[in-house]
């Protein structure tokens, strides 16, 4: 068996404390492992074609993503969005610097953000997490609703649902 190399890694807490992963999950401690960016991630970041097909942040974590078994599709949509930012925090440090435009006057000016301050909301504990289903009353129209937490894998296959309606020929008679 060849060696695997070995790159500079670090441990990122989920914000969902690791609680909606199933037993079996090596999600379910709550940590994920990221590798630090290379040359190759990159070239995945400037990939027009990635880019354009909307697939460039799922092969951008999973070629980070270190923890063995686990790809992005397996993140809830919460600890994905997290993970994002770690591995900006990682590659290129705590600040993000963007040019915002006042709607109203047009106006160009700079923004600075400090990632590393970024709070992400926790779990509540209250809650049994051993399924990814919950049941609520909405608080004014008190009709029941079953709702789940997406991960990539539900948010691929939502799009690739709406893609598929939007393009389907409507048949009149």
């Known amino acids: 068996m060849a060696e695997q190399k070995k790159f500079p890694s670090e441990v990122i807490d989920l914000p969902s404390g690791g609680k909606i992963y199933g037993k079996e999950s090596p999600l379910k401690n709550g940590k994920i492992e990221l590798k630090y960016m290379t040359a190759k991630e990159e070239d995945i970041l400037t990939s027009q ?69 970024c709070e992400f909301r926790e779990l509540p504990a209250d809650v049994d997490y051993s399924s990814n289903e919950f049941d609520i009353e909405l608080p004014i129209t008190k009709v029941k609703i079953k709702f789940k937490l997406l991960t990539g894998t539900d948010e691929r296959n939502i799009a690739n649902e709406l893609k598929s309606l939007s393009t389907t020929v409507p048949f009149f008679i």
């Open 49 to 117: 074609n990635l880019i354009k097909n909307g697939t460039v942040v799922d092969k951008l974590l999973n070629s980070l993503i270190v923890t063995p078994g686990t790809t992005a599709d397996d993140l809830i949509t919460g600890d994905k969005n997290a993970v994002m930012v770690a591995a900006r925090i990682l590659a290129y440090g705590g600040e993000y610097t963007a040019e915002i435009v006042n709607p109203d006057t047009g106006e160009k000016m700079e923004q600075s953000f400090d990632l590393t301050s």
